[in-house]
């Protein structure tokens, strides 16, 4: 059986990603799941700091040395502090950040010159988002236009617990940009359940959970 990381700051998100990658996967597999809710605490609070990188650096060498082939870091804040720690640690087991996939496949989806509306509920989120969508689309060959809105109530809602009133939030907003853009991106993973709230769209709606789970397998040859 191979044994595949995940490293989360959202503890809810680990049983989530847990059945997508065994999902995914077409061979059996262990997830082996690492949950540090500090360190999306600190980033929102101080930004991605040296010691955030050194945290997840851990976490990220501890599975590997418990003989994972791939692992996927699960919040999307850290996704440029995920590659850093790829850069830092080198060869071995890849790391996969989770809106890696989503924003590939919304660069594919919006084409040349296309518009992509990037939702989020963390202000922490949305640079790295924007960023690695810009990235996305250079090494696709391509050049899209990349407009960001800030949930800011929904986030506070999710954060008291009102998962309902979030959803609602989320859902309100797919609906705006709806003919205004060309694909629609929901920036953190715990949007994905929104979705099925905004209901039948004609513009493309994605969530990052499904693609990361996708692309972990893809990237350790598990597909």
């Known amino acids: 059986m191979t044994r595949l990381g995940l490293v989360h700051t959202v503890p809810a998100l680990a049983a989530t990603f847990h059945d997508l990658v065994t999902a995914a996967a077409a061979a059996d597999v262990e997830p082996i799941h690492v949950v540090d809710p500090w360190l999306l605490r600190t980033a929102m609070t101080t930004g991605v700091t040296p010691e955030v990188v050194d945290r997840l650096a851990a976490h990220v060498a501890h599975l590997r040395g418990r003989g994972v082939a791939g692992v996927l870091v699960t919040c999307s804040t850290l996704g440029e502090a995920t590659e850093q720690v790829l850069e830092r640690l080198g060869a071995g087991a890849p790391v996969v950040r989770v809106d890696q996939g989503m924003a590939d496949r919304a660069v594919d989806l919006a084409g040349d010159g296309g518009r992509v509306a990037v939702l989020a509920t963390v202000a922490s989120t949305t640079g790295p988002t924007e960023r690695l969508v810009h990235r996305s689309a250079r090494r696709a060959g391509v050049a899209v236009t990349v407009a960001v809105e800030l949930l800011e109530e929904a986030g ?27 694909v629609v991106v929901l920036a953190q993973a715990s949007m994905a359940a929104a979705v099925s709230r905004a209901g039948a769209t004609a513009t493309p709606v994605l969530s990052s959970p499904e693609l990361a789970a996708r692309r972990l397998v893809e990237v350790t040859s598990l597909v």
Do not use: F, M
């Not at 809602?157 to 309100?172: C, K, N, P, Q, T």
């Open 156 to 182: 506070r809602a999710r954060e008291s617990g009102d998962l309902d009133r979030h959803d609602e939030l989320v859902a309100a907003a797919i609906g705006r940009w709806e003919g205004r853009s060309d």
